[in-house]
């Protein structure tokens, strides 16, 4: 019966160094995987912190881009005003010329015209003009050409502020 107790007991104590051994590789395991698991998370958190650097320097260049863009419109219409404000300008001074006959508008009639309408042209007291027939305009019909004249010039600086925009917008892309 000794030998039995001794068979049993050698055999508890192998078994509980087994167990043991076994516990101890578990922790070893897990405390190995757990490392492996903080370095992952480490890189996987200094990756973020890299992308969320990068869509910050991508957010700040665009509103970089974006103020200058402003700044340019800003411009460039406060251009566009003065440019409108100057053409209206001398629109309403061509008009009160025209108005107290000031300035007077003709047109050069045909060389071939032989009508009793055509009137030679005569010579003002700063200048010579030779063989050209002119005609002059009634003051109510001068001014509706330059209002005609006005709205055009109006209308081609517009489009030159709508192209100027475009090409810088265009290029800004």
Same mark, same amino acid.
């Given at each position: ?9 050698? *055999? ?32 996987? #958190? ?10 910050? +320097? #991508? ?7 974006? *103020? ?9 219409? #406060?251009?566009?005003? =003065?440019? *409108?404000?100057?053409?209206k300008?001398?629109?309403? /001074?061509?008009? &009160? =010329? ?5 300035? =007077? *508008?003709?047109?050069?009639? &045909? ?7 055509? $009137?030679?042209?005569?010579?003002? !007291? ?6 050209? =027939? /002119? +005609?002059?305009?009634d ?8 209002g ?5 010039? #109006? ?5 030159? !502020?709508?192209?100027?925009? $475009? ?7």
């Amino acid at each position: 019966m000794k030998v039995d107790a001794v068979k049993w007991g050698g *055999l508890m104590i192998i078994l509980t160094l087994m167990a043991g051994s076994a516990w101890a590789a578990w922790v070893w395991q897990a405390n190995a995987y757990g490392q492996q698991l903080a370095a992952k998370e480490a890189a996987y #958190q200094t990756e973020r912190i890299h992308l969320a650097n990068a869509n910050s +320097a #991508q957010i700040l260049a665009e509103q970089g881009k974006r *103020l200058a863009l402003e700044q340019w419109l800003a411009a460039s219409d #406060q251009s566009h005003y =003065r440019a *409108l404000t100057d053409e209206k300008t001398k629109q309403v /001074r061509l008009r &009160d =010329r025209l108005a107290t006959a000031d300035l =007077r *508008l003709s047109v050069q009639l &045909d060389a071939a015209a032989t009508g009793c309408d055509a $009137v030679h042209a005569t010579t003002g !007291a700063g200048s010579v003009v030779h063989g050209a =027939r /002119r +005609a002059q305009l009634d003051p109510a019909h001068a001014q509706r050409i330059i209002g005609i004249t006005g709205d055009g010039d #109006q209308g081609l600086i517009a489009l030159q !502020a709508c192209q100027a925009y $475009v090409k810088e917008v265009s290029g800004m892309k």
